[in-house]
């Protein structure tokens, strides 16, 4: 072999050497990037798997949702008409009533009026609560009086059930507190609702006690029993969950809208506390919590210190709130006639001169012919709302202190603020409360 030979297969070795070791690093290189292949779709498969199953279960989620929602929608219909029915029924019976029997029918319309307005008051407080608008009103108040008036509004209710209800209470607890006394007595309230409407003999308690006690604070456990039906363990998880009760079976049974567990614990919970339960199948439910309040004062609290509105009848503290108001000249703007009756048969009653408009354009009509003191205001009326002649009013300087109060049946908060943008003085919800409106009145009349 020739030296030209030798130099050929020298070259050619090399470049096989190079292809053969191209080929391997390119076989290596494909191994490589398919086993990456290989693993990314594993995990992509893992991922597809496991989002499908989110997917499912957010689903299951949301169909239980739809489902608990709907049976809560169908729940509150059946608890709005069934008071509803009866005050169409009562008042049909009593057109054609003897006049000893239209009382009987009148206070009995009156309590399904207030069952009513009850499920109205749990829905409202419920969307406050979800909203976020919900805020504590702190003031001094006395326990003993929160608890007297809990006392009265339960006694004749348990007695028609033959209950014992008995509230105990330290004897030693002579002081005044700081805090916001409404929506304590509305929890409580609530919970011994709760408990009363499922308990059909024995007892409903209602326990307060001492837990700690020092110069500035006092803490205090609350705590509601009852001998009633009691849950279990399933049940108990249901409670103070939105749109969800322990048993929509017993909620149709029991009535009520279902609600008043899941405000009474926001309401807890914005005091700084948290509701707990105990039940027994049977034996009965004891609901409490633990509240701390600032000590305002110390030492006995005289009678006169905070007058007892409890003891009161409605025609007493009718008469104390009209008190002044006599010749006090009203504009009423309110475009219903029943409404129109209400408030003006209210208000006459209490001797105030009162003047009707049926909307914001009669208003502005009538309030150039003559002067008034004070103007209660409907916000939604035809031709003319509330808001509208509320901003013409105030554009006339001659009405720039005139009061002019707002009563709406529409009580969120947005449309109570704008309310007060527009340049109301004030705001009363329907139903109207009279003497709330003639202490509102009142308020921004006598000086």
């Known amino acids: 072999m020739t030296a030209a030979d030798d130099n050929l297969d020298i070259k ?71 008071p509803m029915n009866a005050i169409i029924g009562l008042s049909l019976l009593g057109m054609n009533a003897p006049i000893d029997k239209q009382h009987h029918y009148l206070r009995n ?41 809990i006392a009265m509004l339960f006694t004749e209710e348990v007695r028609r059930k033959a209950l014992t209800f008995t509230i105990i209470q330290p004897s030693n607890l002579n ?30 308690n209602l326990e307060i006690s001492l837990i700690s006690q020092h110069e500035k604070e006092i803490q205090l456990q609350f705590a509601v029993k009852d001998s009633g039906i009691g849950m279990n363990e399933e049940q108990q998880k249901m409670l103070f969950q939105s749109f969800s009760q322990a048993d929509t079976s017993i909620t149709r049974r029991f009535g009520g809208s279902g609600l008043g567990l899941v405000i009474s614990q926001k309401f807890v919970e914005l005091m700084g506390g948290k ?29 006169t210190s905070i007058p007892s509105s409890a003891k009161k009848t409605l025609l007493q503290r009718l008469a104390e709130a009209a008190e002044s108001l006599e010749n006090v000249r009203v504009l009423l703007v309110e475009d219903t006639p029943l409404n129109q009756q209400v408030a003006s048969e209210f208000l006459r ?29 409907d916000v939604q009326m035809p031709v003319m709302d509330g808001f509208e002649a509320t901003k013409i009013i105030r554009e006339n300087s001659q009405f720039a202190h005139l009061p002019i109060i707002a009563m709406s049946a529409g009580v969120t908060l947005d449309e109570q603020e704008k309310c007060h943008h527009v340049g109301m003085s004030d705001f009363i919800a329907k ?17």
Request: charge should be neutral; include cysteine; glycine fraction near 4%.
């Open 12 to 82: 050619w070795r090399k470049r096989l050497y190079r292809e053969r070791l191209a080929r391997q690093t390119a076989e290596k290189l494909l191994e490589e990037k398919s086993r990456e292949l290989y693993l990314l779709n594993l995990d992509l498969e893992k991922q597809v798997k496991l989002r499908t199953h989110e997917l499912k279960a957010a689903l299951v989620k949301a169909e239980v949702a739809v489902k608990v929602k709907a049976e809560f929608l169908a729940n509150m219909s059946h608890e709005i008409r069934t």
């Open 349 to 377: 009653n209490a001797k105030l001169h009162v003047t009707v408009a049926d909307n914001g354009k009669e208003a502005l009509a009538v309030l150039e012919q003559n002067v008034f003191d004070v103007i209660l205001m």
């Open 175 to 204: 002081v005044l507190l700081k805090g916001d006394a409404l929506r304590l007595k509305q929890i409580l309230i609530n919970l011994i609702n709760n408990s009363a409407k499922f308990t059909h003999k024995g007892f409903v």
């Open 275 to 303: 509701i707990t339960c105990k039940s027994t199948p049977d034996l009965g439910s004891e609901f409490f919590f633990t509240l701390s309040f600032e000590i305002a004062t110390s030492g006995k609290i005289s009678e």
């Open 431 to 447: 139903p109207i409360n009279p003497v709330q409106m003639l202490e509102k009145i009142k308020q921004h009349v006598i000086k």
């Open 109 to 149: 319309i009156s309590g399904a009026s207030e069952s009513l307005l009850a499920i109205l008051n749990d829905i409202l407080d419920f969307s406050k609560i979800e909203s976020g608008n919900v805020k504590l009103e702190l003031d001094y108040f006395n326990l003993d009086e929160v608890i007297e008036n």
